[in-house]
């Protein structure tokens, strides 16, 4: 049987057999959601031709927002509907009962809900986006270039950031996103693994209460605690004379943080990603039935 | 060999399970039975488990169940009273999931299968009640697993299938294999369950082989009773009487109306089978 712990051919053998559990609850939906780009760039163009004899292509923020919202819809709903069943006793004893190591089984459920589904859908909706702006050029550039192409020019018309302009455009790329999705993915994957029924809803309502706790909690103590501090600061990052030097001796810790602002989200988001981890593993270590 | 020590269980301030000891042995056929609500199944999914103890301990062959490890789980198979309706063929199901038990047995399923008259080309969330559990008694004789833990595997077989059944148990279960039975309809299986464990709210009645029992207890088929029985019943042309066996002649046990008779007396029949005063 090799190690309790970790086995490769095994792991292996469990992903595979994971992987087509997956398509085969999930299938049909991804590819709903994935082939958007097509069928509403269809849908769209065809309706124009029937009502107005002319041919229109989506505009390109339309595409921006059906890719955003049909992303998150799959981000969101995935982890319930490949996993949601294990809370399920029968459903849920069945796994449990596979000879598989806890690790394996989490290892492949993490790969499949934050990495290959939101992964391979981006891929496939970008890439069949491309395709059809390829075809049809009144379409413009593809969402492909506008995602990673696109310099956010908005920056420069806010005079109030012009010392660490450079440090806000590094977290506007796109790649600094990724474990921001895995992290989407993984809050509801937890959410699916705790609640028995209404898994994404749940999920979305307790993030929002925990966002107002926490807001509650904390904005009065900040507020009473570093008010001052932050109102001298935005006073002096307004001022067109002021130097970055004279700004980082007042502040040196928040100076570090607005420097770098592209490795304090690396950082935060990878230790609320390893949290949520932990919480994952825990809850399959923990599930009973 | 499962060892089972002062084991508890509870559901919130509910104990199901208290103090439980007991030791199974390799190679038989445990009958589990017990009323409703006693533990029965909590016990099969501390076995297998999908559950912690409480406080005490369980060991099979030296593992902690709840560690649930693959070289623990791939020597266990626990078919649950209610079984997950799967979009996949039962053939497919039985190949994919099958590849995670070292000694299952493709052909053994299908055989198996065939023997209980279970299409394998169908779709198990297309299947009727019957035809799903009779996959799943398949997968699980064909999964070759040193520990069988069955709870209530004839509910929803029809008259010919719990006797397909009772022939599937017998001809494809290995000498080596321990199997956990339990159930309620105690006629059905007398024939391939020895010994029986009677389990009680918080206790183990009785843990002992059908010849044990016949040592202590005699079961009278004639037509006068006794006031000295420890339970009597009217049947078809006479009745049943359950004895103390004084003479030590054998009998045939009745399941029933041993389970009754244990009902009344537990402290005797506790008594007599921890030999205080047999």
């Not at chain 2, 006031?227 to 009487?241: D, K, T, V």
Request: glycine content about 6%; proline content about 4%.
């Amino acid at each position: 049987m090799g190690s309790n712990v970790l086995n490769m051919n095994r792991s292996r053998r469990y992903f595979r057999s994971d992987l087509r559990a997956a398509v085969s609850n999930y299938g049909i939906t991804f590819l709903v959601f994935s082939t958007l780009a097509v069928t509403t760039y269809l849908l769209h163009g065809l309706f124009f031709l029937t009502t107005s004899g002319e041919w229109y292509a989506m505009s390109s923020s339309l595409r921006i927002a059906l890719f955003v919202i049909s992303g998150l819809t799959v981000l969101i709903s995935s982890p319930a509907k490949l996993y949601g069943h294990l809370t399920d006793r029968r459903e849920g004893s069945a796994f449990l009962m596979v000879p598989v190591s806890r690790l394996e089984k989490f290892v492949s459920m993490v790969l499949i809900s934050c990495i290959i589904i939101p992964f391979s859908f981006g891929l496939i909706y970008l890439t069949l986006d491309s395709l059809v702006c390829l075809i049809g050029p009144a379409c413009g550039d593809s969402l492909f270039q506008i995602i990673f192409k696109s310099s956010p020019s908005f920056i420069n018309t806010i005079p109030d950031l012009h010392i660490y302009k450079e440090s806000f455009r590094s977290i506007l790329t796109p790649w600094l996103y990724f474990d921001d999705i895995i992290q989407i993915a993984l809050l509801f994957l937890l959410g699916a693994l705790i609640f028995k029924k209404s898994k994404t809803g749940k999920t979305l309502g307790s993030l929002i209460i925990i966002s107002i706790s926490l807001n509650l909690l904390f904005t009065p103590i900040m507020s009473l605690a570093m008010f001052d501090k932050f109102r001298m600061m935005a006073e002096m990052m307004s001022d067109a004379n002021i130097t970055l030097e004279a700004i980082e001796q007042m502040f040196p810790f928040f100076s570090w943080i607005l420097r770098n602002l592209a490795i304090v989200d690396t950082l935060s988001d990878t230790l609320v990603n390893g949290l949520l981890l932990f919480f994952v593993w825990l809850r399959l270590k923990k599930l009973k039935h | 060999m499962i060892k089972i020590r002062d084991l508890r269980f509870s559901y919130g301030n509910n104990v199901v399970l208290k103090d439980i000891s007991m030791e199974l042995q390799e190679g038989r056929i445990y009958g589990l039975l017990g009323e409703n609500g006693v533990g029965k199944t909590t016990l099969l999914t501390l076995l297998a488990g999908l559950k912690e103890p409480g406080a005490g301990s369980i060991e099979i062959d030296g593992q902690k169940p709840f560690d649930r490890t693959p070289s623990f789980l791939s020597q266990i198979y626990y078919l649950p009273d209610e079984v997950p309706a799967i979009r996949m063929k039962a053939i497919d199901f039985a190949m994919d999931r099958g590849q995670f038990w070292v000694n299952f047995d493709p052909d053994k399923f299908k055989e198996i299968a065939g023997v209980l008259e279970t299409d394998t080309s169908m779709r198990m969330d297309q299947m009727s009640y019957g035809q799903l559990r009779k996959t799943y008694i398949s997968f699980a004789l064909a999964c070759n697993t040193r520990y069988l833990f069955m709870d209530e595997p004839t509910n929803g077989l029809d008259i010919p299938s719990k006797s397909q059944f009772r022939k599937a148990m017998s001809k494809y279960t290995s000498d080596e294999s321990t199997l956990l039975i339990s159930t309620h309809q105690a006629r059905e299986l007398e024939a391939i369950i020895d010994p029986i464990i009677i389990l009680d709210r918080k206790d183990v009645l009785l843990n002992a082989t059908l010849s044990e029992i016949t040592k202590k207890i005699y079961f009278d088929y004639s037509t006068a009773t006794s006031p000295e029985a420890l339970y009597s019943e009217l049947i078809p042309g006479g009745c049943i009487q359950v004895l103390v066996n004084k003479s030590g002649e054998e009998s045939k046990v009745n399941l029933e109306a041993l389970f009754n008779a244990v009902h009344r007396h537990k402290e005797l029949i506790k008594k007599m089978f921890n030999d205080e005063i047999a």
